[in-house]
């Protein structure tokens, strides 16, 4: 089974730090892109991070930028989101997401170029 497993949500109050995985079920997902959304309650669902296949290349909401990063580890089939300062803003579930399609720099944002999703997992920030 082809499957994405997302862990590591919780409750953290703000200015504090949280760090999602993503892990893949096979060696297979090392060579796809990998990205991160999140939904909030009654909002649409948004990207927030992702990176490319191959180069490595990274890409960032400009609402996470120099707060949140984004990580492979190909040993563990696994992308990360480490998430600093986080902020009340932030709350939602988070998705991550994988396709084996080469996208260009400009398509990793939209959510319609992954094929694969994980489950989520809910990020809660308080105030």
């Known amino acids: 089974q082809v499957q994405l497993v997302e862990s590591g949500g919780g409750l953290v109050q703000a200015g504090g730090s949280l760090r999602l995985s993503c892990a893949g079920s096979?060696?297979?997902?090392?060579?796809?892109?990998r990205g991160w959304f999140r939904q909030a309650p009654g909002k649409d669902r948004e990207f927030v991070a992702a990176?490319?296949?191959?180069?490595?290349?990274?890409s960032y909401a400009q609402s996470v930028k120099g707060r949140f990063t984004i990580s492979r580890d190909n040993a563990k089939n696994a992308v990360y989101l480490q998430m600093n300062s986080l902020k009340p803003e932030d709350t939602a579930v988070y998705y991550c997401?994988?396709?084996?399609?080469?996208?260009?720099?400009?398509?990793?944002?939209?959510?319609?170029?992954?094929?694969?999703w994980g489950q989520g997992t809910r990020v809660t920030v308080t105030s």
């Open positions: 096979t060696r297979t997902f090392n060579t796809y892109t």
């Open positions: 997401a994988a396709t084996d399609r080469h996208l260009i720099t400009g398509a990793l944002g939209s959510a319609e170029n992954y094929d694969l």
């Open positions: 990176t490319k296949q191959n180069s490595g290349m990274t």
